[in-house]
C-alpha cells in the first residue's frame, strides 16, 4: 500500500481544521439563548439566596 505524499497530509489537515472550526462556529451560532427581561434578571438574583454552608 502506498503511503500518502506529505502534501496530501497537510491538505486533508487544513481540510479537516476547517471543517471542525466551521461545525463549531454553525453550533455556536445555531442555538439563540433564551431572553430575559430586565425586570426578570433583576427579580432571579433579589430572590436567591446568596448564603454559603461553609
Given at each position: ?31 439563540l ?22
Open positions: 500500500m502506498p503511503q500518502m505524499a506529505p502534501i496530501s497530509w497537510l491538505t486533508l489537515f487544513i481540510l479537516f481544521s476547517l471543517t471542525l472550526i466551521l461545525f463549531n462556529i454553525l453550533n455556536y451560532y445555531c442555538s439563548p433564551k431572553n430575559l427581561n430586565s425586570s426578570e434578571k433583576i427579580s432571579s438574583f433579589k430572590t436567591s439566596s446568596l448564603n454559603w454552608k461553609w
